[in-house]
């Protein structure tokens, strides 16, 4: 029987994939590259401000006046079916970026409340990915044969999967709980093999170069070469791929919430505040407009920096 | 080859299988007693017993696991006697909400999605490979900055945020478009042009921009190959250089994107559907889920799982014929 290579075998090969696992670059050239572009230092500015906003969310409210679930009912006009009283959906000293139709909940407040079940959720399931993908992506890698052959085939089972109505049939049937937390292991149960493929292919080709037969003529253990030889050749793209799975997760988990499966009400999240706003947005634009820019501008900040990341840890290293 | 293709409708089977086992689990564990959702308000112990007798749902699991893979090849009966419904052969139940045939209520539906997954398609091929291969050619120069610039855009903003923005815009402010509804073509042409312009649109800037990515990286990949390097220098037009030994390998990995995200979108494209109030089957899925209707949501899932899992066979052979390597390495 002839076998075919699968494009997964195809795509593996060299330059298959987008990142090189050269040696280990020096983290100050990297700052250094990456401190020349104007477009970094915006994407990186904005990323300190949603993360500062989201840590700092309460004491933030606590300055504003108004706390994310504290109803206003002078700022909406009861009259008028409860649109915010004032131009531009109630923007104003105190309500500085408006509040939702109805109920007068400060807008600003939910945004900084939904900057930080973002972030968490994005960052935590960045983070669980990347461990289960590098610890599983090594093993499948290094040891080969049936350890390989059992990871491979999970991992084209769940690319092949398609894991966005899978997630959502999956969050909807669970009983509500800890939605946060629920989000972030479903995100996680499709995210890791991503992260897995590209280190099993790096760290295929990596166990056969001359550094590691050295280290094993050396006598060094497989744990040690493992961890001293293996992985720190991989952190430069492991550091990519990780920065740049997280705007993924956090629009992923701004689409599940839009849809009604993520975070539950009263949880302020962004993609929920859009989806409240679909009602109203012809008669109050802002209500959607400013979440639905804090979104973009989170997402684009993170994709920029991380392609960013990813060219000054190429070009950084000799090839 | 035969062997070769054999071989992976075998997996298909399996994983298809494997897809209807997983989704039938999540139901079956962890979902609220179905026969307490069909009863409602009025509801007695004896009238539950009953709904649970017709619907099977007092059997084991493995029993009805079988009752239900059985009913989508053969067909099932729910109940006995007087009170027997026959749902035929491709069955996967009745909706809990309105009691119709779910496998009626998808068909019904489908050809909304196919309309926009096909309208979108072609614009984000046009759109995004003609931006990309651009790109590459002039790499570097404005024209570049700007296309990849757009895409950026177009890869991090939510596609309901573009959907409401242009909703804002086109219909309410400068009133272009008319309020999107789900019209049909033989009626009034022009009118179901304007309703589905906008989907089509706000779908395929998000594609189309991760497309222009990749052919952009694809194409300047390959130019930098050294059979590129050969072709030009035995003085062939720079024009066919590209046509006849960029464009080829630079494509073959997004016909693979290609019918992966094609075969997703036809099993409906849930969020842009639910913002322009167009009745696919994508909505159909969005307001099951707020209504907790299992079987429509299962059926769908398994609909998007199985359009998936073929598209991903078909574009592997695919790739065998478009891309000789494969061929070669065999």
């Known amino acids: ?319 | 080859m035969p062997g070769y293709i054999l071989r992976r409708l075998l997996g298909v089977a399996v994983i298809l299988f494997l897809v209807s086992f997983l989704t039938f689990c999540i139901f079956f564990l962890l979902s609220p007693d179905p026969a307490v959702m069909i009863c409602g308000k009025t509801c007695n112990p004896a009238r539950i017993d009953q709904i649970r007798e017709q619907l099977g749902v007092n059997q084991p699991f493995l029993a009805q696991f079988w009752q239900f893979l059985s009913g989508i090849f053969a067909g099932r009966t729910y109940g006995e006697g007087a009170a027997a419904i026959h749902c035929a052969a491709p069955c996967l139940g009745f909706s809990f909400q309105t009691n119709q045939s779910v496998v009626d209520m998808i068909t019904a539906r489908l050809p909304v999605s196919v309309t926009v997954a096909v309208g979108a398609a072609v614009l984000w091929l046009l759109i995004g490979i003609s931006a990309g291969l651009v790109s590459a050619i002039k790499a570097g120069t404005w024209w570049d900055k700007g296309a990849m610039m757009f895409a950026l855009g177009g890869i991090s903003l939510p596609n309901y945020f573009i959907a409401l923005v242009l909703q804002y815009v086109l219909v309410v402010q400068l009133q272009v478009l008319p309020f999107p509804s789900t019209p049909d073509f033989g009626e009034d042409p022009l009118f179901w042009f304007q309703s589905y312009i906008m989907p089509w649109t706000v779908l395929a800037f998000g594609y189309a921009s991760m497309y222009a990515r990749l052919t952009r990286a694809n194409v300047l990949d390959t130019l930098g190959e050294n059979f590129m390097r050969t072709a030009r220098a035995k003085g062939l037009p720079s024009l066919l250089v590209l046509r006849r030994h960029a464009l080829r390998p630079s494509l073959t990995p997004i016909v693979t994107l290609f019918g992966m995200d094609f075969a997703g979108l036809l099993g409906g494209a849930l969020i842009t559907e639910t913002v322009f109030g167009l009745n696919g089957v994508g909505k159909l899925a969005a307001d099951s889920i707020g209504k907790n209707d299992q079987p429509v949501i299962m059926a769908v899932t398994l609909m998007a799982a199985f359009f998936v899992v073929v598209a991903n066979v078909v574009v592997d052979l695919l790739y065998a014929v478009l891309d000789p390597r494969v061929r070669v390495k065999s």
């Open chain 1, 1 to 319: 029987m002839t076998t075919m290579p699968t494009q997964l075998a195809v795509e593996t090969e060299e330059k298959g994939s987008p990142f090189s696992g050269g040696g280990p670059s020096s983290a100050r050239r990297v700052i250094r590259t990456m401190r020349k572009s104007p477009a970094v230092l915006f994407s990186a500015g904005f990323i300190a401000l949603i993360t500062i906003m989201a840590i700092a969310a309460p004491l933030l409210t606590h300055l504003s006046g108004w706390g994310p679930y504290e109803y206003d009912p002078s700022a909406v006009n009861a009259d008028l079916g409860g649109i915010p009283n004032g131009p531009l959906g109630g923007i104003g000293p105190t309500h500085w970026f408006g509040v939702e139709p109805q109920s007068g909940r400060d807008i600003f407040a939910r945004i900084a409340f939904g900057a930080q079940v973002s972030l968490l959720i994005s960052v935590s399931a960045t983070l669980l990915t990347t461990f289960i993908g590098v610890v599983l992506g090594t093993l499948a890698g290094f040891y080969g044969g049936w350890v390989d052959q059992v990871i491979s085939r999970l991992m084209d089972f769940l690319m092949a999967f398609p894991s966005l109505i899978f997630m959502i049939a999956l969050l909807s049937a669970l009983p509500a709980g800890n939605r946060p937390f629920l989000l972030v292991v479903v995100l996680s149960v499709f995210g890791w093999p991503y992260m897995a493929r590209v280190v099993r292919g790096q760290t295929m080709s990596l166990k056969n170069r001359e550094f590691v037969e050295a280290a094993y003529a050396s006598g060094a253990s497989r744990v040690r070469i493992v961890f001293r030889e293996v992985l720190p050749n991989l952190t430069g793209t492991i550091i990519v791929m990780a920065t740049l799975s997280v705007p993924g997760y956090i629009g992923t988990e701004a689409g599940l919430s839009f849809l009604g499966v993520g975070v539950t009400p009263p949880t302020a999240s962004w993609g929920q505040m859009i989806a409240s706003a679909v009602p109203w947005y012809a008669t109050d634009p802002m209500y959607f407009f400013v979440p639905g820019l804090f979104l973009f501008l989170t997402v684009l900040s993170f994709t920029v920096f991380g392609d960013h990341l990813s060219k000054a840890i190429d070009t950084g290293e000799a090839r």
